[in-house]
């Protein structure tokens, strides 16, 4: 495997103002995921993919140089990660490495661990597209989820003839967490595309994604129970 490790950290954040750098416990978010890469791969082949000079400077007093800063085209609010992960793909085999295999961690998952990383990888061959990780959603659309039909009125989303929710087909959704992705298939086609997906289920807390204020407070007691666990010790 020839690995490229991206996470892409835009400095625009509505959600949580600032929230790649914004302090976490006792560290800036984005220092969970790097923590994470370097527990399984080299510097050398891992990538934070920015566009703000205060995310390079902070990634980079933590001991990891920053490339590039993205071009301008990249930096929008309507930046696509496709075209964000083609760019770090590009810049690497413009400097003569070509990563057959490019691991995605966003940064707004500071729950997923190294350990997290390497069992996925496991999963990982070079005849499928991705390995993704995911939760088991507890929006089963066999059972909660409804959408309106012509006249207004709520239908389920899948129809099925289900009483329990404990007997509906488990339904998975992507956590956000990991990607390991095939290049080549990249190359080809957006993930959304992507045919010969396989998952790498997590737990609950360990899939804790950040994208509001409240996302961020719950991130806040999980850093602190795991405080006082570790004092229980």
Same mark, same amino acid.
């Given at each position: 495997?020839?690995?490229? $490790?991206?996470?892409?950290?835009?400095?625009?954040?509505?959600?949580?103002?600032?929230?790649?750098?914004?302090?976490?416990?006792?560290?800036?978010?984005?220092?969970?995921?790097?923590?994470?890469?370097?527990?399984?791969?080299?510097?050398?082949?891992?990538?934070?993919?920015?566009?703000?000079?205060?995310?390079?400077?902070?990634?980079?007093?933590?001991?990891?140089?920053? +490339?590039?800063? *993205?071009?301008?085209?990249?930096?929008?609010?309507?930046?696509?990660?496709?075209?964000?992960?083609?760019?770090? $793909?590009?810049?690497?085999?413009?400097?003569?490495?070509?990563?057959?295999?490019?691991?995605?961690?966003?940064?707004?998952? +500071?729950?997923?661990?190294?350990?997290? $990383?390497?069992?996925?990888?496991?999963?990982?061959?070079?005849? @499928?597209?991705?390995?993704?990780?995911?939760?088991?959603?507890?929006?089963?659309?066999?059972? $909660?989820?409804?959408?309106?039909?012509?006249?207004?009125?709520?239908?389920?989303?899948?129809?099925?003839?289900?009483? *329990?929710?404990?007997?509906?087909?488990?339904?998975?959704?992507?956590?956000?967490?990991?990607?390991? @992705?095939?290049?080549?298939?990249?190359?080809?086609?957006?993930?959304?595309?992507?045919?010969?997906?396989?998952?790498?289920?997590?737990?609950?807390?360990?899939?804790?994604?950040?994208?509001?204020?409240?996302?961020?407070?719950?991130?806040?007691?999980?850093?602190?129970?795991?405080?006082?666990?570790?004092?229980?010790?």
């Amino acid at each position: 495997m020839k690995p490229l $490790i991206v996470i892409p950290a835009r400095g625009g954040s509505k959600g949580v103002p600032r929230k790649n750098i914004k302090v976490l416990g006792d560290k800036p978010l984005i220092q969970y995921t790097i923590d994470a890469a370097k527990g399984v791969f080299d510097d050398e082949f891992i990538c934070v993919s920015t566009d703000d000079f205060e995310i390079k400077s902070v990634v980079e007093q933590l001991g990891l140089k920053v +490339p590039f800063l *993205r071009p301008n085209e990249l930096a929008s609010d309507t930046a696509g990660t496709y075209e964000v992960l083609l760019h770090a $793909i590009s810049y690497y085999e413009s400097k003569g490495y070509f990563p057959d295999t490019l691991i995605l961690l966003q940064p707004t998952s +500071p729950f997923r661990t190294s350990a997290h $990383i390497k069992e996925s990888l496991k999963l990982y061959h070079e005849s @499928i597209d991705m390995v993704v990780s995911v939760k088991e959603t507890k929006a089963n659309p066999y059972y $909660i989820l409804f959408e309106e039909d012509s006249n207004g009125y709520l239908k389920k989303t899948k129809e099925a003839n289900f009483t *329990r929710r404990q007997d509906c087909p488990k339904v998975w959704e992507y956590n956000g967490a990991i990607y390991i @992705i095939n290049v080549k298939a990249l190359k080809a086609s957006a993930i959304s595309q992507f045919t010969k997906v396989c998952k790498f289920e997590m737990d609950e807390t360990s899939s804790h994604d950040i994208d509001t204020l409240l996302d961020w407070r719950i991130a806040e007691i999980i850093i602190n129970d795991k405080e006082n666990d570790r004092y229980k010790e």
